[in-house]
């Protein structure tokens, strides 16, 4: 049996793809959504097909009423896709629709030029509020006879979905509520977390010293219980007293001490420098006569 992997990149680039298709239409109608299609690219290694990226295709119909791709333009993409991932081949196609319409199996057929056994896969663009499973669904084609005819038809397969660290990375980021405005970069709120974290952190380190003050003069009982977990607490602590730390620690006090030293005296020499015009315009404009030398500074 196949094992059918889907990534959460491949399902982020199509609901991408749909949304700015919906967005360049202008008027959306909730009822009939607009179509995109694709094709998707991963990796098959025997019964094992992993879905880990995808690539848009523009179509259009012809007089039959079929969709038509640009054969030398998806070429073209596809050599370029495959020079930036040559470990990935061609696994099939997506499309957006609520349910498989007519023309998928016409054009399905028609990508087996491309590939022996292709995979269709399809998103449903309507959102419903009750669903309690990704609108994704994977198929394969399969010959059936039914009624003494050779019919074929999609059947579907059953997927999980896998994601890599730099996937739950992108994942992360890109489900977080975009509609609170924010000031400033970006790093702003992940450096608020970080600040409101050891803040919490020192609040909680603070009831600590508290009780071990109190224990220690005597206003409460010592519970050996609580200064075991204390202790615990503290030997997770990293103590940064080894030779090569205080090396590196002075050696950056020494660096900070010497740039504060250079714009001390950055800021000096600018000070003399005005004073010294200051000086010679002094002596060259005082009493409009020719001009002296700079003798001494009277200081």
Known sequence: MT???????????????????????????????????GAVFGVQVNQ??????????PYSFDDEKQIRID?????????????????????GWYATSSRIESVDM???KRFTEYNES?????????????????????????????????RTVFVELTYTVVSDPAER???????????????????????????????????RIAVLVDYLDHIEKGKEAANLQILRSIESVCNRIPLNTNDKFSEDFYDEMSNGMMMTYLA????????????????????????????????????
């Open 3 to 37: 094992q059918i992997i889907v990534h959460p990149l491949v399902i982020m680039n199509i609901a991408d793809h749909q949304a700015r298709q919906v967005a360049e239409i202008g008027k959306y109608d909730p009822k009939n959504p607009p179509r995109v299609l």
């Open 48 to 57: 094992k097909v992993e879905i880990m990226s995808s690539l848009e295709l």
């Open 71 to 91: 054969d030398d333009a998806f070429a073209e993409d596809t050599d370029l896709y495959k020079q930036i991932y040559p470990e990935h081949e061609l696994l």
């Open 106 to 108: 016409p054009f399905h």
């Open 118 to 150: 292709p995979l269709y896969l399809r998103m449903d663009p309507k959102v419903r509020t009750d669903a309690k499973a990704l609108p994704v669904s994977v198929y394969r084609s399969e010959l059936r006879q039914e009624k003494n005819t050779n």
């Open 169 to 203: 990375l992108t994942t992360d980021h890109i489900i977080q509520d975009k509609d609170i405005p924010t000031k400033g970069s970006a790093a702003v709120p992940a450096y608020d977390e970080l600040k409101n974290a050891l803040l919490a952190l020192r609040a």
């Open 264 to 299: 001390s005296m950055s800021k000096a020499a600018v000070k003399v420098n005005d004073m010294l015009d200051l000086y010679d315009n002094m002596m060259d404009g005082g009493r409009g006569g020719p001009r002296r030398m700079r003798g001494k500074m009277p200081y």
